[in-house]
Structures are given as structure tokens and as C-alpha cells.
T-cell receptor, first 117, second 116 residues
Framework: AQTVTQSQPEMSVQEAETVTLSCTYD???????LFWYKQPPSRQMILVIR??????QNATENRFSVNFQKAAKSFSLKISDSQLGDAAMYFC??????????????FGKGTHLIIQP | NAGVTQTPKFQVLKTGQSMTLQCAQD?????MSWYRQDPGMGLRLIHY???????DQGEVPNGYNVSRSTTEDFPLRLLSAAPSQTSVYFC???????????????FGAGSRLTVL
């Protein structure tokens, strides 16, 4: 079974600074997807960024980028120029490709990100 | 607006009562799923469905039943609620995997259930 580990229960960063959230995963699959989701106090799950494992290039979305190290099974999220609106829980998630990935996402336990003004 | 609609948003039950959490999507998504979120545990998959008439168990299925009679609806039933089922429940849906890449889950807004 796949597992996803987020080793930082809470992180704090000054507004406008850069912060990196860590995620490691364990799988025997060679093809899969990785995701970062944001959950603000509203409870809504919001996709931040996704990465296909067969792509070597790291995904970027505006101020959000990932450092994907397939051999190390590491998938960290970097947030540049942190803003107050970035404060939320961040979840790393894995989905296999085999079987269409119908058996859903495996989530980490989350990292609570605090933005200091 | 198109999306995933969950009802109710909040519910309080007594131990032993039954209830159904409703989930509906209007995006013609084949895949639908239910997750529960507990403090410090992240989201865990309860049940999922790959199409009408087809359901399967996820990581934590005990105490829950599902059915999928239409593409749009995927209700989650608690037959005899227990305090351990106090949680926030999320329904999610997506298209079947496509060759062009990952199809991303669309989540509902969540339902907070308290069992006394």
C-alpha cells in the first residue's frame, strides 16, 4: 500500500518570504500522480499544483513550485513571496495510474502553514 | 454553478441513529468517492464508484454503505451511527483517466457530522 508522509505538522513564515513544505511517499508503482492541496478555514479542498511522475520537469503554478525527486520519493512544495491568503492546511497526495487510479488519493496528514504579517 | 453538492453541511446524531449524506455532481463524472477527515489524520477513502451500479471499498469502509444508481448521485449511508464516525466527510468526483494526463478531483464543501 502507498503511504504519504508530511513530517512538518506546522510551519511559520514571514509575509513575502519563501517557505518549503516537505512530503515523502512510498510506492512500488512506477507511474503515478502527485498533488498538493490547500485547505483554508472554509474547509474547501483546493488544488494547488500537480505533477506527473513520468515528467522530469518540475511543475510550477505562479508562486508555487515543486521539487520532485523520483528516486528519493520526495515531493516538496515551495511557496514564494508568501501572502496572508496562503495561510491554510496543505496536504500532499498520491494517486496511482494503474487501474485508472479509481481507488482514489492517498493523503498525508497535512502541514499547517502560518503566515506572519 | 457546476460542481459537487453535499447535503447537509452539518448534522448531529445520537448513537444508533441512521442517516444519509447526499452527494450530487452535474459534470458527468464517472468516478465518485467519499473521504473522511479526522484531526491529525488527513483524508481517508471510505468508498468509491467508477460508474453507475459499481462501487468498491476504500481504506475505512466499516460502518458505511453506498450505492450508485445514477451517474450524478452517490449517497453515503450510516446505518447505526457511532461516536467514532464523528468526522468531516467529503465527496469528490472526476472524469475517468484520460491519456492527456491526470484528471483532478473536484471536492464538495464537506459535511460535519457529530455523533453523541
Amino acid at each position: 500500500a502507498q503511504t504519504v508522509t508530511q513530517s512538518q505538522p506546522e510551519m511559520s513564515v514571514q509575509e513575502a518570504e519563501t517557505v518549503t513544505l516537505s512530503c515523502t511517499y512510498d510506492t512500488s508503482e512506477s507511474d503515478y500522480y502527485l498533488f498538493w492541496y490547500k485547505q483554508p478555514p472554509s474547509r474547501q479542498m483546493i488544488l494547488v499544483i500537480r505533477q506527473e511522475a513520468y515528467k522530469q520537469q518540475n511543475a510550477t503554478e505562479n508562486r508555487f513550485s515543486v521539487n520532485f525527486q523520483k528516486a528519493a520519493k520526495s515531493f516538496s512544495l515551495k511557496i514564494s513571496d508568501s501572502q496572508l491568503g496562503d495561510a491554510a492546511m496543505y496536504f500532499c497526495a498520491y494517486r496511482r495510474i494503474a487501474g485508472g487510479g479509481a481507488d482514489g488519493l492517498t493523503f498525508g496528514k497535512g502541514t499547517h502553514l502560518i503566515i506572519q504579517p | 454553478n457546476a460542481g459537487v453538492t453535499q447535503t447537509p453541511k452539518f448534522q448531529v446524531l445520537k448513537t444508533g441513529q441512521s442517516m444519509t449524506l447526499q452527494c450530487a455532481q452535474d459534470m458527468n463524472h464517472e468516478y465518485m468517492s467519499w473521504y473522511r477527515q479526522d484531526p491529525g489524520m488527513g483524508l481517508r477513502l471510505i468508498h468509491y464508484s467508477v460508474g453507475a451500479g459499481i462501487t468498491d471499498q476504500g481504506e475505512v469502509p466499516n460502518g458505511y454503505n453506498v450505492s450508485r444508481s445514477t451517474t450524478e448521485d452517490f449517497p453515503l449511508r450510516l446505518l447505526s451511527a457511532a461516536p467514532s464516525q464523528t468526522s468531516v466527510y467529503f465527496c469528490a468526483s472526476r472524469r475517468r483517466a484520460a491519456a492527456s494526463g491526470a484528471n483532478v478531483l473536484t471536492f464538495g464543501a464537506g459535511s460535519r457530522l457529530t455523533v453523541l
